[in-house]
């Protein structure tokens, strides 16, 4: 039911209102069971346009009626492949990780590599959304590297011909190594870094003479240049 001027929806306190609230509801509802579908209406080569969408519900999750939308759709987003990867492939929220740093975004190709699904760089827009609670996207960590890198390539020496493509020239290692440094500075206190330090000299990270990456902890001799962002203390 409209207003007398049927520019606004009548929301008072008469029986016409409160129809208006249950059609909304039931509105909110129907929307929230079909997501996926309604995904689909949006290109998939933009990724940025169904969460436009999704930001516009999310911008009104405070207000009196229309925030039942917001209440509706968030349980639903957590768990449905909605957002879209560096690589194009569409996950659940719980299974993305959002690079809070240029370097973090400059990497993601490395990271994707070793198994950890990148949000795709038109999503940055909506950092605030996506990293909510209610959706699930989560801030990459460093120990979240260390334990894919660790899968991927191991702990014993590597030849730089056998690492993931995209840490196979020594220009793609020092994204890596930017990441990681600025991954490193965002632990909370020394106890975990000592922690994490432990865990880096024991993996192969450090680029000898030969070509061979190998744990910090095991080599006499390293290129100084190649080494110099992560391992100095070691």
Not at 13 to 20: F, R, V
């Amino acid at each position: 039911y409209p207003s007398p001027n049927r520019k606004n929806i009548l929301l008072d306190s008469s029986y016409k209102a409160e129809w208006n609230r249950a059609a909304i509801l039931c509105a909110a509802v129907t929307l929230a069971q079909h997501l996926e579908e309604i995904k689909k209406i949006f290109s998939p080569e933009n990724p940025a346009e169904f969460w436009d969408f999704i930001n516009t519900i999310y911008a009104a999750r405070e207000t009196e009626v229309f925030g039942v939308f917001w209440q509706q759709i968030h349980p639903y987003i957590r768990q449905l492949p909605l957002v879209a990867t560096s690589r194009n492939d569409w996950l659940m929220p719980k299974c993305v990780f959002y690079p809070d740093k240029d370097s973090l975004g400059e990497a993601a190709q490395i990271f994707e590599d070793i198994g950890i699904p990148i949000v795709h760089p038109d999503l940055y827009e909506f950092q605030n959304l996506i990293i909510d609670s209610n959706v699930g996207v989560r801030r990459l960590t460093i120990s979240q590297v260390i334990d894919a890198f660790k899968t991927e390539v191991g702990t014993d020496c590597v030849e730089i011909s056998s690492m993931p493509l995209s840490l196979q020239t020594i220009d793609q290692w020092r994204l890596f190594w930017s990441a990681l440094d600025d991954l490193y500075a965002n632990l909370p206190n020394v106890t975990e870094q000592l922690r994490i330090d432990e865990i880096l000299k024991n993996l192969p990270l450090a680029l000898d003479s030969q070509g061979t990456f190998s744990p910090p902890k095991d080599l006499r001799a390293a290129d100084s240049e190649t080494t110099r962002m992560l391992f100095t203390n070691f």
